[in-house]
């Protein structure tokens, strides 16, 4: 097994990205990209951006019809519950702030109703089912073990980086050995 921990020049921090190393085998977070909306003593939480499902808003809110926004899913943990990122500055009380132009949550009621006057597009908004989680220092173990790479995204960047293939992209747009790791096939056996 290549060691790519000595690879990151950055640190695990809230509005960064996790990218996967390219042979993780693990179900959820196989060639995944997380934004990080917090990490610090008490552990870490974010929300995958490339695992894009087949389920639109309209299919989990009973008795609202919601056309065009699509879902992914942000990870294993509370796979249940709505969770979202938004452009919305302070337009939604109670969001946070992730990094700029970028915010997490907020009032769920005036989003609804800004969504359904029309107000709020799928361009400033990315819904997720669950969220990707990690206990006091696990996230550093993995680091450790060379599980992540960490890079930053812009706001922008991240609203769209939902498809599959934004993982090599993301480790292209990287450059240097980032790049060549872009192209590493899935199944290293079959190169």
Request: proline content about 4%.
């Amino acid at each position: 097994m290549l060691d790519f921990s000595k690879l990151n020049k950055l640190t695990p921090k809230k509005g960064r990205i996790l990218i996967s190393e390219p042979f993780l085998e693990d179900e959820y977070f196989k060639r995944s990209i997380i934004l990080l909306c917090e990490h610090n003593k008490e552990g870490a939480f974010g929300f995958i951006l490339n695992n894009m499902m087949k389920i639109e808003l309209n299919e989990l809110i009973e008795g609202v019809e919601i056309d065009g926004f699509n879902m992914s899913l942000g990870g294993p943990v509370q796979t249940s519950n709505l969770y979202y990122v938004h452009t919305l500055d302070n337009e939604l009380p109670g969001s946070v702030k992730i990094l700029p132009g970028l915010w997490v949550g907020g009032d769920f009621e005036i989003l609804k109703q800004r969504i359904l006057l029309n107000q709020i597009s799928d361009h400033q908004i990315r819904f997720f089912l669950g969220y990707s989680g990690w206990s006091p220092n696990q996230l550093d173990e993995e680091m450790n073990q060379g599980a992540w790479f960490v890079s930053e995204l812009e706001a922008k960047e991240i609203m769209h980086a939902n498809r599959k293939k934004s993982w090599n992209e993301v480790l292209a747009k990287m450059g240097g050995k980032f790049g060549m790791i872009s192209n590493f096939p899935e199944n290293p056996e079959l190169n």
